[in-house]
């Protein structure tokens, strides 16, 4: 069974810019959650989805933010790119919400100048 | 607000060495758990512990839950060059339905 895929894997920005990145699930699996992982905060939990709806939001302005689609794939999209918006982004998924490991996806490393 | 405490944040062993990382969070959990991250890469689920005094084990690796002393402990045994990598302890709270990591720690086995 193939794994978290996400697109792109590398993503250079400038400040103001806007980005979407691209989360694909495992097959069959329900929930998609997204985190944030820099140096110096570490792993932040950004949000989770499923069945197309945001069910937990982590501490994050509203520039960022996210959907689901029926077939479980996920986007999260960031406005305004400030520079500390330079991160790996991870996307998790999970068979169904509150239950059941998290499996990661590969990130996509964002860059903001 | 939870919090999740890891120690040491750096560790450097002797190879054939015994060592453990500390876990401790600040308040009830439902699941805990311990996932890998080689440089570049992304997290490698390793355990999932769910009930106090759980305990599991995978090659060199054993992992176990005081859930009463919110405590969770990874042990490696006789550590080999391949352990080397950022280890993750997580906290997992149905009712807020969100990880909540430690701040990882890096593991350097040396030969």
């Known amino acids: 069974k193939a794994g978290v895929t996400q697109t792109p894997r590398y993503l250079i920005k400038t400040r103001g810019q806007q980005v979407t990145l691209s989360c694909s699930p495992i097959s069959g699996h329900r929930s998609v959650s997204w985190y944030q992982q820099t140096p110096g905060q570490g792993l932040q939990f950004l949000f989770e989805y499923f069945s197309e709806t945001q069910r937990n939001k982590g501490n994050f302005p509203g520039r960022f933010s996210g959907r689901q689609f029926s077939n479980s794939r996920s986007e999260m999209n960031v406005s305004t790119l400030e520079l500390g918006d330079s991160a790996l982004y991870l996307c998790a998924s999970s068979l169904n919400f509150g239950t059941d490991t998290q499996y990661f996806g590969p990130g996509t490393r964002l860059t903001v100048l | 607000e939870l919090k999740v405490e890891q120690n040491p944040l750096f560790l450097s062993m002797q190879e054939g060495k015994n060592y453990t990382i500390y876990c401790n969070y600040s308040t009830t959990s439902d699941r805990l758990y311990w996932y890998r991250q080689d440089p570049g890469k992304s997290l490698e689920s390793l355990f999932v512990?769910?009930?106090?005094?759980a305990v599991k084990q995978e090659g060199r690796l054993m992992a176990s839950l005081d859930t009463k002393a919110r405590l969770s402990t990874l042990h490696i045994t006789a550590a080999v060059h391949d352990l080397s990598a950022t280890y993750f302890c997580a906290v997992d709270q149905i009712t807020a339905r969100q990880l909540t990591f430690g701040s990882g720690t890096q593991l350097t086995v040396l030969p």
């Open positions: 512990l769910l009930s106090n005094g």
